[in-house]
Each structure stands twice: as structure tokens, then as C-alpha cells.
T-cell receptor
Framework: QKEVEQDPGPLSVPEGAIVSLNCTYSNSAFQYFMWYRQYSRKGPELLMYTYSSGNKEDGRFTAQVDKSSKYISLFIRDSQPSDSATYLCAMSYTGNQFYFGTGTSLTVIP | SQTIHQWPATLVQPVGSPLSLECTVEGTSNPNLYWYRQAAGRGLQLLFYSVGIGQISSEVPQNLSASRPQDRQFILSSKKLLLSDSGFYLC??????????????FGNGTRLTVT
């Protein structure tokens, strides 16, 4: 079993839709959770960084962590064509080790 | 603010040739530094990480090596490239000294094609 599971998609939505991206994990020791956005041929860009359970909001983006279910989500409200990218989840429990999902490809259609 | 520079952006090299990819971080000192390789559909594979000058940990036995000659400089090398070394190489850094509370920050990567 992989440490982090992420549906690769692809996911295609119309502009203005609410997007939900999800990851599940198996290691209950994970405490820090990240979402990255990666455009084609670019490096991943940190979008959200959260600790433990709960929600964190930043503009149109909301990160949600449910440690009891070992499940994290990223919601994108009012999605835009510029949100079209691959989204990676990541998590850690030590300072030097990070565990990544394989990424979900998102296309927002104008 | 902190920035990370990685070059070159793309590279085409013949099998058996040497490799040197360089990464530098600005705006922070004594960072943790990382080299990852990203393959389509397979996620990010950690190759090396470094907690200080001259301190390198290798995660995967392979044809590559890493060095950290200066605090904010991280170099990925190979003496003889293999076809299987083709991929997208990413350098990243994180802050040291805040316990676990520091995410990774990535450079824009080098796309390496070995022919």
C-alpha cells in the first residue's frame, strides 16, 4: 500500500465550478499537509500548508484535513482556466521526509 | 524573500556523457536541500537531501551523485549518463530549525533527455 494515494484524473470542469481534489494516506503519524500546483514544464508551487486537522482558507482555495479518516482535500471555488494544472498533495511527519501523491490533472474549460 | 534558481531548464545529453545540474538558494541560510526526480504518473522520487555543507544522504542507489560545496549550492552529477536517467529533475529547499514546521519549496526543474 502506498503511503499517499491520489486519483490521477484527469478532471475536467467548466469555468466557475467548485473543484474538489482529494488524497488519502495510511500513516497516522503525518502531521503536516501540503498542496502544490504544477504547471506544465514548471516546478511545483506551494499553495497551502496546514498542520493537523481542520480547515485553512486562502482566497479561492480551502484545504481541509480529516486525520480521523486519513483524508485531505483541496477545494477551489469559482475555478478559472488559469487553475488548469496538476495538483500534488504532500505530507510529512519529520523535518526531512515528505511523501507525495502522484498528482491530479485538472482542466478548467472556459 | 527566498528564491531558488535551477539551471539549465532543458538539457539533451548523449549516453555515457557526464552531467552537472546546479541549484542555488537565495534569501535564506543553512537550508535543507533536496534533489527529486519526477516521472510521469509516478510522482516525485527523492534522490538526495542535504542538511549542511558536505552532508549528503542518498535515498536511492543509482548512477547519480550530489554535492553541496557551499551553504546554498546543491549540485547533481553523473560521470556517465544512462538512458534511464532521462526525466524531470527538481531541486527544493526547506527551512531548518523550526522543527517539522517547514514545507518544501521547489525550483523550476531541469528536463533531461538522454539520447
Amino acid at each position: 500500500q502506498k503511503e499517499v494515494e491520489q486519483d490521477p484524473g484527469p478532471l475536467s470542469v467548466p469555468e466557475g465550478a467548485i473543484v474538489s481534489l482529494n488524497c488519502t494516506y495510511s500513516n497516522s503519524a503525518f502531521q503536516y499537509f501540503m498542496w502544490y500546483r504544477q504547471y506544465s514544464r514548471k516546478g511545483p508551487e506551494l499553495l497551502m500548508y496546514t498542520y493537523s486537522s481542520g480547515n485553512k482558507e486562502d482566497g479561492r482555495f480551502t484545504a481541509q484535513v480529516d486525520k480521523s479518516s486519513k483524508y485531505i482535500s483541496l477545494f477551489i471555488r469559482d475555478s478559472q482556466p488559469s487553475d488548469s494544472a496538476t495538483y500534488l498533495c504532500a505530507m510529512s511527519y519529520t523535518g526531512n521526509q515528505f511523501y507525495f501523491g502522484t498528482g491530479t490533472s485538472l482542466t478548467v474549460i472556459p | 524573500s527566498q528564491t531558488i534558481h535551477q539551471w539549465p531548464a532543458t538539457l539533451v545529453q548523449p549516453v555515457g556523457s557526464p552531467l552537472s545540474l546546479e541549484c542555488t538558494v537565495e534569501g535564506t541560510s543553512n537550508p535543507n536541500l533536496y534533489w527529486y526526480r519526477q516521472a510521469a504518473g509516478r510522482g516525485l522520487q527523492l534522490l538526495f537531501y542535504s542538511v549542511g555543507i558536505g552532508q549528503i544522504s542518498s535515498e536511492v542507489p543509482q548512477n547519480l551523485s550530489a554535492s553541496r560545496p557551499q551553504d546554498r549550492q546543491f549540485i547533481l552529477s553523473s560521470k556517465k549518463l544512462l538512458l534511464s536517467d532521462s526525466g524531470f529533475y527538481l531541486c527544493a529547499w526547506s527551512v531548518k530549525g523550526r522543527g517539522n514546521n517547514s514545507p518544501l519549496h521547489f525550483g523550476n526543474g531541469t528536463r533531461l533527455t538522454v539520447t
